[in-house]
């Protein structure tokens, strides 16, 4: 079992940055591919961008592509989520997810994070 735990979220202003990262607890990110989802209110939780365990395959959404790059150091087996330009768009719960692979479907997610919150104003 893998327990995540996010941290760096917070209150933000338009075009500013935040860093969100993500460790694993019990155990750690070996041989997973990771990834981060985000929920706004009343939305269903979507994909923003996922990495391979290697880090030679990444994928964004559409929505963040040039804005946000997703990281990870294995020998700190961290996670990380550089968020740039930050619109009030991007105001939801950030999770942290871990998978067999790369995934942008929350369905093939084998483990999740409690979520940390990111709230961008305008």
């Known amino acids: 079992q893998v327990q995540l735990v996010e941290s760096g979220g917070g209150l933000v202003q338009a075009g500013g940055s935040l860093r969100l990262s993500c460790v694993p607890s019990g155990r750690t990110f070996s041989g997973y591919a990771v990834g981060w989802f985000r929920q706004a209110p009343g939305k269903e939780r979507t994909f923003v961008a996922a990495i391979s365990w290697l880090g030679g395959t990444t994928k964004y959404a559409d929505a963040v592509k040039g804005r946000f790059t997703i990281s990870r150091d294995n020998a700190k087996s961290t996670m990380y989520l550089q968020m740039n330009s930050l619109k009030p768009e991007d105001t939801a719960i950030y999770y942290c997810?871990?998978?067999?692979?790369?995934?942008?479907?929350?369905?093939?997610?084998?483990?999740w994070g409690q979520g940390t919150q990111v709230t961008v104003s305008s």
């Open positions: 997810a871990a998978g067999g692979s790369v995934s942008t479907s929350p369905d093939l997610i084998n483990y």
